[in-house]
C-alpha cells in the first residue's frame, strides 16, 4: 500500500489525529520544506512555514472534505502560507538579495561546491530558481514533486490550459540547460 | 539520455543543502506546540497580524468541532489501540515527558505506527541531550546484503551510561546519510568492510528504536568527531662523524661498545644506549660491511617475527640487494632521533627531496633494538 493510501486510511479513523501528523511529516517534510524554499529562499524562514504547514493541517485535518487528494490539498496549504509570506508586509521590507544558488548558503561553500557551480545541474538548478514565480512553482510541481497538470491546476486554482502554458514557457527558460533540450537544438 | 523529470530531480539533489531536510527537531517542535495547544503561537505577528485574528477564530472552531468529532472516533478506536498502547508502557517504562535518563530528556515516546509500512508496530523514544562516546565504528561495505554501504557504531559499555539507553540494552547506533559521509570522508572508509575501534563521537537527538523481533539500531545526530591527539613527539637532532675519505666513525665510547658487542652478540653490552646511538652502530656496521654484527642489532623478541631466520639468511639478502644507497644518505642527510612512546622511537633522515624513517623498539630488557625492515 502506499503512504498516500496509508495517510488516507488513517484519516477515516483509525489513528489518532497526532500520529497522522507524524506520519504526514515523514513523508512530506522534506519535500515541503524544499518546496517552501523555492518560493520563500531562506532556510529559517522555510522551516518556520513548514512547521506552519503541519500545525494547519493539523487543525483542518477534521475538515478536509476529500475534493482533491490529501497530497494536492497539504501542497494548497503550503503554497498558500508561502505566497502569504511573500505578500506580507515582513517580506516586502527585506532587503531581497536574490541568491543565484538554488539550495546552497554562500557560506556552505567547499571545494566541491565550486566545481559543483560549473556542473550542468547546478547551471540548471540556477536557471531554475531565476524563473519567475508563476513558473518556477509550476516547473518544480511538476518536473520535481511529480504533480500531473490537474493536479498543479488544482492546487494553483489556475485552468490546465494555464498550466500547461507556464509549464512551456517554464521550459523554454531553461532549456538550453536540458539534455534532451540542447539535443533537440543542435541535432 | 535522461528526461527532465530526472534531470530536474538531479539538479535539485546535487545541489541541495543539508539545511532542506525537515529534521527530526522540527518535528518535535511541531508536536510540542500540538500538544501544549500553542499552535496559533507558530505565526509570526508581525507578518499576519490581520490574518491572524480571523485564522485565530476559524482554527478554534475547528479545533472545537474536531475535538467532538474527534473524541467520537477516539473512543471508537480505544480497543484496536489499546494493545499497542500495552506494548508501548512497556518502552521506557518509568520515564514520562520531559523526564531525564543519563542526562537526556524524553521528548516523545510511543507507537510510530504506519508511517512505512514495514514500520508497523515500531516503538520510538526521542531525547534531546548531547554526550561524548567511545566505541567502534562498523562500516558494512556495498556488498553486504543487510546494510550495504552503511556505517554503526557500537558504543562500549562505559559510554552507555551517558546514554539515555535503558538498563539491559546495548544498542548499536546509526546516523543520517550526510553524517554517515561526513565519517566515511574523516575514517577513510569505503571500499571494504572494515572495523574501527576507539572512536570517539559527540552525539545529540537520540531516538530509541525498538520492534518485536527485530534488532534495530537507534539513531544519533553527529556533533563532532573527536580525533586523537597526535603524541607528543621529542625530535632530537644529531650528527654522525666521517673521516677524510668520507667513511662513517665512532665516538671512543660507541666505538668500546661496538666492539664490545662484536664479540659477545650479547644485547646487554647495548643497554643505556638511545636510538641514535644504535643507529650509528647499524651503519657503521654497515661501513665496514660487518653483516653479523648488524644482524645482531635487530630485535629478536619471541614477538617479533624474524624476517631473516639466520643470518645467512641475511647476508645473501643483503649481497642480492646491497643498500650503499641507504649509508650515502644517512652521511649527507640531517638526522633526527624521535622517541614516540616508551617503546617505539625513529630516526629521520631528511634530505633535499627525500625523507626516510628508521624505526627502533625496545625489546624485553629496555634496550633500544633496530626493527625488522627498519626503514619501513
Redesign the interface.
Known amino acids: 500500500?502506499s503512504?498516500e493510501k496509508?495517510i488516507e486510511q488513517?484519516l477515516v479513523?483509525?489513528?489518532?489525529?497526532?500520529?497522522i501528523?507524524?506520519?504526514v511529516?515523514?513523508?512530506y517534510?522534506?519535500k515541503?520544506?524544499?518546496m517552501i524554499?523555492s518560493y520563500v529562499k531562506d532556510?529559517e524562514v522555510?522551516?518556520?512555514l513548514?512547521?506552519?504547514v503541519?500545525?494547519t493541517v493539523?487543525?483542518?485535518?477534521?475538515?478536509f472534505k476529500r475534493r482533491s487528494s490529501f497530497k494536492t490539498w497539504i501542497y494548497t496549504i503550503a503554497i498558500n502560507k508561502s505566497k502569504?509570506?511573500l505578500k506580507?508586509?515582513?517580506?516586502r521590507n527585506l532587503v531581497i538579495n536574490e541568491k543565484l544558488?538554488?539550495?546552497?548558503?554562500s557560506g556552505?561553500k567547499s571545494p566541491e561546491d565550486l566545481l559543483?557551480q560549473q556542473?550542468v545541474?547546478?547551471e540548471?538548478?540556477k536557471a531554475?530558481m531565476a524563473m519567475p514565480v508563476k513558473y518556477r512553482e509550476v516547473?518544480?510541481l511538476h518536473?520535481?514533486q511529480?504533480f500531473t497538470y490537474s493536479e498543479i491546476s488544482d492546487a494553483l486554482h489556475i485552468p490546465l490550459a494555464t498550466v500547461k502554458t507556464r509549464l512551456f514557457r517554464g521550459?523554454e527558460r531553461c532549456k538550453q540547460?536540458?539534455?534532451?533540450e540542447r539535443?533537440e537544438q543542435h541535432g | 539520455m535522461a528526461d527532465i523529470h530526472t534531470q530536474v530531480k538531479e539538479a535539485v539533489h546535487t545541489t541541495v543543502s543539508e539545511n532542506s531536510v525537515f529534521t527530526e527537531l522540527e518535528k518535535q517542535r511541531v508536536l510540542r506546540k500540538i500538544r501544549s495547544g500553542d499552535t496559533q503561537s507558530a505565526k509570526k505577528s508581525n507578518q499576519f497580524v490581520p490574518r491572524m485574528l480571523t485564522t485565530i477564530a476559524v482554527a478554534g472552531f475547528l479545533l472545537f468541532i474536531g475535538g467532538i468529532i474527534g473524541s467520537n472516533m477516539e473512543s471508537r478506536n480505544i480497543a484496536s489501540q489499546s494493545d499497542t498502547k500495552a506494548v508501548a508502557e512497556k518502552f521506557y517504562p518509568n520515564l514520562q515527558y520531559g523526564e531525564v535518563l543519563n542526562g537526556w530528556s524524553l521528548l516523545n515516546k510511543g507507537p510510530y505506527d504506519g508511517s512505512k509500512s514495514e514500520q508497523s508496530g515500531l516503538l520510538h523514544a526521542v531525547f534531546q541531550g548531547e554526550a561524548q562516546i567511545t566505541g567502534t565504528l562498523k562500516y558494512y561495505d556495498i556488498d553486504d546484503s543487510e546494510r550495504p554501504d552503511q556505517i554503526l557504531f557500537t558504543p562500549d559499555k562505559l559510554s552507555l551510561q551517558s546514554l539515555p539507553v535503558e538498563e539491559g540494552r546495548h544498542p548499536d547506533l546509526t546516523f543520517a546519510s550526510n553524517e554517515q559521509r561526513k565519517l566515511k570522508a574523516v575514517f577513510g572508509l569505503g571500499t571494504n568492510r572494515m572495523d574501527i575501534g576507539e572512536v570517539t563521537l559527540v552525539v545529540d537527538n537520540y531516538t530509541a528504536r525498538y520492534i518485536k523481533g527485530k534488532t534495530l539500531p537507534d539513531t544519533v545526530g553527529l556533533k563532532e568527531i573527536v580525533l586523537p591527539e597526535e603524541p607528543e613527539v621529542q625530535s632530537t637532532p644529531f650528527h654522525i662523524q666521517v673521516n677524510q675519505g668520507q667513511k662513517l666513525e665512532l665516538s671512543a665510547v660507541l666505538l668500546d661498545r661496538y666492539e664490545q658487542f662484536k664479540v659477545t652478540k650479547d644485547k646487554q653490552a647495548l643497554s643505556g644506549l638511545s636510538p641514535s646511538e644504535v643507529f650509528q652502530l647499524y651503519f657503521y656496521a654497515e661501513e665496514l660491511q660487518d653483516y653479523e654484527t648488524q644482524y645482531s642489532l635487530f630485535i629478536d623478541d619471541e614477538e617479533y617475527l624474524r624476517v631473516f631466520e639466520t643470518y645467512e639468511d641475511y647476508l645473501t639478502a643483503k649481497q642480492q640487494n646491497p643498500s650503499t644507497g641507504l649509508l650515502e644518505q644517512v652521511k649527507a642527510g640531517t638526522l633526527f632521533e624521535h622517541v614516540i612512546d616508551e617503546t617505539s622511537a625513529s630516526v629521520s633522515i631528511e634530505a633535499e627531496t627525500t625523507g626516510l624513517s628508521f624505526g627502533f623498539s625496545k625489546n624485553k630488557h629496555g634496550i633500544w633494538c633496530v626493527n625488522w625492515l627498519p626503514i619501513q
Do not use: C, P, V
Not at chain 1, 540547460?177 to 534532451?180: C, G, H, K, Q, S
Open positions: 500500500m503512504l496509508e488513517a479513523g483509525i489513528y489518532e489525529r497526532e500520529k501528523i507524524e506520519m511529516m515523514d513523508e517534510g522534506t515541503l520544506k524544499r524554499y532556510w522555510a522551516s518556520d513548514t512547521q506552519e503541519f500545525i493539523y487543525e483542518k485535518l477534521l475538515s502569504d509570506y506580507s508586509w515582513h517580506y544558488f538554488f539550495f546552497k548558503q556552505e559543483l556542473d545541474r547546478s540548471l538548478a531554475i516547473f518544480l518536473y520535481y511529480d521550459k540547460f536540458l539534455t534532451n539535443g
